[in-house]
């Protein structure tokens, strides 16, 4: 592996893959070998703009060397950015979202003979917070889990899939089956369980608050984004991470050294 890590952005033309085009040209310990846009983009060939970035391509050049691929392409693209991984024997890091049961198996399978890690959310801030809420909903295990999010109105999913995985931190704490997520519910609810409220409006790059609630007190654990651009040097900082390790699935919380909460 050279001094800086090589890496190859899959997806470069969205809004995620020019935030690490950006990233990386200022990082010290990292190069852009390869800026991958789909087959047919009207960017194929042509320049990114950015200082010292290679040009768009569709095709990953077989001469080039790397040593992580990151992939923002979405689930049309995550096949084949791990198929390339595996053949070149590299890290392989995706936030790709909406993901099947066969490309999850399809990552399973790969992270036999190379480094995965795979996260819904690369801020490192939301990483320490899933941690806090882990041990909280364990160590207070009949307290009510109220999860709150927002973001900007034109997010579809809801609740946000860092709010699923918060959630999921807290049921596995708790050693629960993970609910079914509703939001918007009527009526009363059962001690201990997990619940959540969400909001859609303006420009709100992303707000997660988990409370839990007992009898007569409240915790409260907030996560605020102000800077699309936190999630792009957390996915930089995985790639970087990841592509010393061996093979194998791998999350956020283990570059941090959180465990596998």
């Not at 990292?30 to 950015?50: F, M």
């Not at 790639?239 to 194998?248: E, K």
Request: charged letters at 20%; proline letters at 3%.
């Amino acid at each position: 592996m050279s001094e800086s890590t090589r890496i190859i952005v899959n997806g470069a033309a969205g809004r995620m893959g020019q935030a690490l085009l950006k990233a990386i040209a200022e990082h010290d310990d990292a190069v852009l070998s390869a800026a991958l846009v789909r087959p047919g983009s009207t960017l194929d060939g042509k320049s990114s703009g950015i200082a010292s970035t290679p040009t768009y391509t569709s095709v990953a050049p077989a001469a080039i060397d790397f040593d992580a691929l990151i992939d923002v392409s979405g689930a049309s693209g995550f096949s084949a950015a791990l198929q390339l991984a595996v053949q070149r024997s590299v890290a392989f890091v995706s936030g790709s979202t909406g993901l099947d049961e066969f490309q999850m198996r399809e990552m399973h399978r790969a992270a036999q003979v190379i480094p995965v890690l795979w996260a819904a959310n690369f801020s490192i801030g939301v990483v320490v917070l899933a941690h806090l809420v882990g041990e909280a909903a364990r160590l207070l295990p009949a307290w009510d889990i109220e999860i709150l999010e927002a973001h900007h109105r034109h997010k579809r999913d809801a609740p946000s899939g860092t709010a699923l995985m918060l959630g999921q931190h807290a049921a596995r704490a708790r050693d629960i089956d993970f609910p079914d997520p509703v939001a918007d519910r009527g009526g009363s609810r059962i001690e201990g369980s997990i619940g959540y409220a969400v909001s859609r409006g303006g420009d709100v790059v992303g707000e997660h608050e988990v409370r839990l609630l007992g009898s007569g007190e409240r915790i409260e654990l907030i996560h605020r984004a102000s800077d699309r651009d936190i999630f792009a040097r957390g996915a930089l900082k995985a790639a970087c991470w990841l592509s010393g390790q061996a093979p194998g699935r791998y999350g956020m919380t283990d570059m941090l050294e959180l465990g596998r909460a």
